[in-house]
């Protein structure tokens, strides 16, 4: 799957990825492979990346989250050191 995380102003992430954990407005979830399409609002916290063997965290200030045919975009407010 291809994620990619914007923010207002820059670009903080694009690349493959086999999972991805979100902060969703009514509880975290996570988008697989083959996900049903959704759009969903995002609160503040952590955006857990896994690769196929690496696992990387991004802090998010809130935002909107969008998966379609396996393209997940995050569009985040902001991002915050730990």
Excluded: C, Q, W
């Excluded at 975290?28 to 690496?54: C, M, Q, W, Y």
């Excluded at 935002?63 to 975009?73: D, H, P, Q, T």
């Amino acid at each position: 799957m291809k994620l990619e995380i914007l923010t207002p102003d820059k670009k903080i992430f694009e690349g493959e990825v086999r999972s991805v954990t979100v902060p969703g407005t009514m509880g975290s979830f996570e988008v697989l492979k083959d996900h049903a399409p959704i759009i969903s609002t995002l609160e503040d916290g952590k955006v857990i990346i896994r690769k196929e063997n690496s696992e990387e965290i991004i802090y998010i200030k809130g935002g909107v989250i969008e998966v379609l045919n396996n393209s997940i975009m995050v569009l985040a407010e902001g991002t915050r050191n730990s």
